[in-house]
């Protein structure tokens, strides 16, 4: 039954990955839609493999990036979590910060950012880090919370020092929403990422959709976009993948 159950799930987004750009491709074909205005897939696909060494360098950009802003975003969010949910006073002070930069739109915030960090790679860093971090801060604090009292009154009998509790008992504890927040994250700092492009200066793939678009390049604009996509799923089935070999005991 599992291995009927783990064919039907990757087989089930195969199919209609496949059924949605049929699809399109035939909707493209019986309306004669021009390319400018929406690309065939065939089209796009060819792009991303005949213009690849043209979009390389702002894949590895945008790669940059994301990758630094998150790798950078997992040890403040956690850390912050763990002071936050550790002393009430911190908590009622830090947590309305928290929850402004969750659900605040960063691109709103991207100007004033340039104006003190300039256009260069620091600043779209940065960026990635604020919005990356608060995720992931917001469900490491739910996960610690959420921890039963009766296995820290359990740790604190056995004469566990608090470092020792948080590491044996309060992360493993809350590992299923720490995996959530980071998977949120990986998410959210693709997405940030591609807006600060889109803005702030000539690089990364986000700068690369806007210039596209404005030649009405359109096939090499959805190229960009696809290979954006694939950023950002690689990443998010990385993160599920650590999960399965670290959360083991949650099969």
């Known amino acids: ?109 991207i100007p004033l950012l340039m104006l003190m960090m300039g256009y260069g790679l620091n600043m779209r860093i940065t960026t990635v880090v604020i919005q990356s971090f608060a995720v992931i801060n917001m469900n490491a604090c739910t996960g610690f919370n959420n921890v039963p009292v009766i296995r820290k009154e359990l740790m604190q009998s056995m004469g566990a020092s608090p470092v020792k509790t948080f590491v044996k008992m309060t992360l493993p504890s809350a590992a299923t929403d720490i995996f959530t927040g980071l998977r949120l994250a990986a998410i959210f700092a693709t997405t940030t990422c591609i807006s600060v492009e889109y803005s702030a200066g000539n690089t990364g793939l986000g700068s690369q959709i806007i210039k596209y678009s404005q030649y009405l390049k359109t096939t090499q604009s959805f190229a960009c976009i696809f290979y954006v996509t694939i950023i950002g799923l690689i990443m998010y089935s990385l993160i599920s993948i650590a999960q399965k070999k670290i959360v083991s005991w949650k099969e």
């Not at 035939?26 to 839609?33: D, L, Q, R, T, W």
């Not at 590895?60 to 975003?73: K, N, P």
């Open 1 to 109: 039954m599992k291995k009927k159950s783990r064919i039907s799930s990757v087989a089930a987004p195969v199919v209609s990955f496949l059924l949605i750009f049929f699809i399109w491709e035939m909707a493209c074909v019986v309306n004669e839609i021009p390319a400018w205005f929406l690309p065939k897939p065939t089209e796009i696909f060819k792009s991303m493999v005949v213009d690849f060494p043209e979009f390389w360098p702002h894949i590895l950009v945008t790669l940059e990036v994301v990758l630094i802003g998150f790798l950078i975003a997992i040890p403040v969010g956690l850390t912050i979590a763990t002071l936050v949910t550790s002393s009430p006073l911190l908590n009622a002070a830090m947590s309305p910060y928290i929850t402004f930069l969750v659900t605040t739109p960063l691109i709103s915030l």
